[in-house]
């Protein structure tokens, strides 16, 4: 059985986005050190990244190299435009149903 892992940043009170959907928040936080929390160590594990549209644009709007260029990329959303380089698949999906496959491993990326 595949394993799935569930990555995100969240403030304390239990938000990924302010209203407008900005992140600058995540600046915010004092980080003297450049420690990645494992984050490097996380990328080393996976072979696979489900993203949604709008947190895809917010990392092409970063302005920095693509950080999962030898993974796989699910991208959902119901309007985007995609970087044919990039994407593996662009589908609309009941993220439930899509990881229980993924879980069972009837639906291999």
Do not use: C
């Not at 549209?53 to 995609?82: A, Q, R, V």
Request: charged letters at 20%; glycine letters at 10%.
């Amino acid at each position: 059985m595949r394993r799935i892992i569930l990555y995100i940043a969240t403030s304390i009170d239990g938000y990924i986005a302010t209203p407008d959907g900005g992140v600058e928040w995540l600046n915010e936080i004092p980080n003297p050190t450049n420690e990645d929390h494992g984050y490097k160590e996380l990328l080393a594990s996976i072979d696979t990244v489900l993203m949604g549209g709008k947190t895809y644009h917010e990392i092409i709007g970063f302005g920095i190299p693509w950080p999962y260029k030898d993974k796989k990329l699910l991208l959902s959303g119901k309007s985007f435009f995609t970087h044919k380089k990039r994407v593996e698949s662009s589908i609309r999906f009941n993220p439930f149903g899509l990881l229980y496959g993924f879980r069972l491993q009837i639906f291999q990326p």
